[in-house]
């Protein structure tokens, strides 16, 4: 399996310019995580979906990041207008359902994006 | 609520020497308890793991082991090499297989030569 695969690896970008990550989890992992990681505030979980549906949003800064889960294969998390405090590294984590269909412990990262925005 | 709390590095130690990274917890019920390890330029990935009091979890030579009576999960490794610097970060998951993971701030290892 490829694992989970996060696009673009970098990106830089400017002030007010909208941004787009991208994510395709594990096939079959049936829960999506985005993180957002700074050396300020460590890893800080921004919104998790569940069979695509999103669960908890309460971690997403403000109203200029949004997700979106269209399918079980793609995710993207957006930015609109970006700011220079958004500047960081941003994973994309997927878990596997178990054989019941409920959500297991562990789960497995991506690469990550670092977005630097001017 | 749940929480994790780990000891702040960065930690600095020569090859072969012992490892010790504290991590307690606090948490409702039974949580799983998991050490995660970001090598640099890298996502997080699975150390070790621990489901239930007094498992131990080890791999690659890293060990921990539950222990509920003082809530702590402190990793251990015998003899580090340079490889095995990295950040780590030890999380807890709730007892129900929850959705959330919750992550400690993570602990920077250098391992000199």
């Known amino acids: 399996d490829a694992g989970v695969i996060q696009s673009p690896r970098h990106e830089v970008t400017e002030m007010g310019q909208e941004v787009t990550l991208r994510c395709k989890p594990i096939s079959g992992h049936n829960s999506l995580f985005w993180y957002r990681q700074t050396m300020m505030r460590g890893l800080e979980l921004l919104i998790y979906f569940n069979n695509n549906v999103p669960i908890d949003d309460s971690g997403m800064p403000e109203d200029r990041f949004s997700a979106k889960m269209p399918n079980a294969s793609f995710s993207t998390l957006k930015i609109q207008p970006s700011e220079p405090r958004d500047s960081a590294v941003y994973f994309c984590?997927?878990?596997?359902?178990?054989?019941?269909?409920?959500?297991?412990?562990?789960?497995?990262f991506g690469p990550g994006t670092r977005l630097t925005v001017l | 609520g749940n929480s994790v709390t780990q000891m702040e590095g960065p930690v600095t130690l020569s090859e072969e020497a012992f490892l010790t990274i504290n991590c307690t917890y606090t948490a409702t019920g039974y949580p799983s308890l998991f050490w995660y390890v970001q090598y640099p330029g890298e996502g997080l990935q699975l150390l070790l793991k621990?489901?239930?009091?007094?498992d131990k979890g080890s791999n690659k030579g890293f060990e921990a082991t539950y222990r509920k009576e003082t809530t702590s999960f402190h990793l251990e490794k015998g003899s580090v090499q340079v490889s095995d610097s990295a950040v780590y970060f030890c999380a807890l998951s709730d007892g129900t297989g929850g959705f959330k993971t919750i992550f400690g701030a993570g602990t920077r290892l250098f391992v000199k030569a």
């Open positions: 621990a489901t239930k009091a007094d």
């Open positions: 984590a997927s878990r596997p359902s178990n054989h019941r269909g409920g959500a297991t412990d562990t789960q497995y």
